[in-house]
């Protein structure tokens, strides 16, 4: 059985990429862009940048700057008007991981229309889509190099997973320099987050030779940077050194699969609000500990790519988890209970929660597949 490998067929990478995004969409023979992004990046001034490249280049780009964080299917409506009012023939997720998610999802209810549900797992829409241009300005989701975007339902609080090449962007552009702003909680959250996606696709049950490679390239990266670019936002060594390796994490988990972290995480979002990276980061030590048995050697792998080079595949496993126990307290990773989550609603939407992660279908991937009970025995485990 072959392995399907795809990445954006254009990638620019590097301090400064961002001034060639003019150059990319003439070379793609587009011209009307849609520039999908937030307002926060529009009062900085970042999305006029962007902006004035493509006028400056004989280009009719518009502007959508109402993405939210955690995109909702309430929150694309505007965009889908946006779209179709602007006559656009592409769209620009300029931002975090919410306005990528944002622009991919629109480059498919623009051409095909909805809802959007009709797109979620296990669905994988291959169909018609506006090319999709991604520029992140964090260093973590990787959106700019998956084919998935994650949109909750407005109507279930149910935190959808879509699926499929329509999503993956045609090109990426990964410019370090746009992380230079980020704030210390931020740059901490999308970290972990990207070290998940490089360390639970590493695990998969779906990881494959190339996936494999990005995946420990990307664990060697974020081991070796992150504290200086959580204690230092000016460390630019450190600041490129976790773009690059959100993008390889990206690339890895697109062609594998993210696991149970990933299952877990997105109804957490999805119930309580809270960022998709630091509900990864306040899953990451207890899924792995639980999932350790599954995988041992590839668990010691990860380790031995973090840094652990001396021990053997039990201890090196062991010490992995224990690693992430002490990176977690090192960025100040919160617990739901000392993030302000209520203990009995949590209690109470618990079951909920752990069938709404197995119908993700991500803990199927994982080293072992839990059962709705163990997956409430996590999450009764982790809150405080």
Aim: some cysteine.
């Amino acid at each position: 059985m072959s392995t399907h490998i795809s990445f954006p067929r254009n990638t620019r990478i590097g301090g400064g990429a961002l001034d060639e995004i003019a150059e990319i969409i003439g070379d793609l023979g587009l011209s009307r862009p849609l520039l999908v992004t937030d307002a926060y990046l529009t009062s900085t001034g970042a999305a006029d940048r962007v902006l004035g490249l493509l006028k400056r280049a004989g280009m009719h780009p518009c502007l959508f700057d109402g993405t939210v964080p955690d995109p909702t299917t309430a929150s694309l409506d505007d965009g889908v008007e946006a779209v179709r009012a602007h006559r656009a023939d592409c769209v620009i997720g300029f931002g975090g991981g919410s306005p990528m998610d944002s622009a991919k999802a629109l480059a498919v209810l623009a051409a095909n229309g909805g809802p959007m549900r009709r797109y979620k797992a296990p669905t994988d829409y291959r169909g018609i889509a506006l090319p999709i241009i991604a520029v992140p300005t964090t260093a973590g989701s990787g959106s700019e190099a998956t084919q998935f975007t994650v949109i909750s339902d407005s109507d279930t609080d149910e935190k959808m997973l879509c699926p499929g090449l329509s999503f993956l962007p045609v090109a990426a552009i990964v410019d370090y320099e746009l992380t230079m702003s980020m704030p210390p909680r931020l740059t901490a959250d999308t970290g972990v987050d990207a070290l998940t996606h490089a360390v639970e696709a590493y695990v998969s049950r779906k990881a494959n030779p190339i996936s494999d490679a990005l995946s420990l390239a990307a664990i060697r990266l974020i081991s070796n940077n992150i504290r200086s670019a959580y204690t230092d936002g000016s460390d630019r060594g450190a600041r490129e050194a976790m773009m690059i390796a959100s993008t390889q994490a990206g690339m890895s988990f697109s062609n594998s699969s993210v696991a149970l972290v990933h299952g877990m995480s997105r109804p957490i979002g999805a119930h309580f609000h809270v960022a998709h990276g630091l509900s990864n980061a306040m899953l990451f030590p207890a899924v792995t500990a639980f999932s350790i048995t599954g995988a041992e050697q590839r668990y010691a792998d990860c380790a031995r790519a973090y840094g652990f080079t001396d021990l053997d595949d039990i201890s090196a496993a062991a010490r992995f988890v224990d690693a992430l126990i002490e990176l977690c307290d090192c960025l100040a990773v919160p617990t739901p209970a000392s993030y302000g989550i209520d203990r009995q609603r949590w209690a109470d939407l618990t079951p909920l929660m752990a069938q709404q992660a197995l119908a993700s279908g991500s803990p199927g991937n994982n080293p072992v597949v839990p059962t709705a009970g163990e997956i409430e025995t996590i999450y009764a485990e982790m809150y405080a």
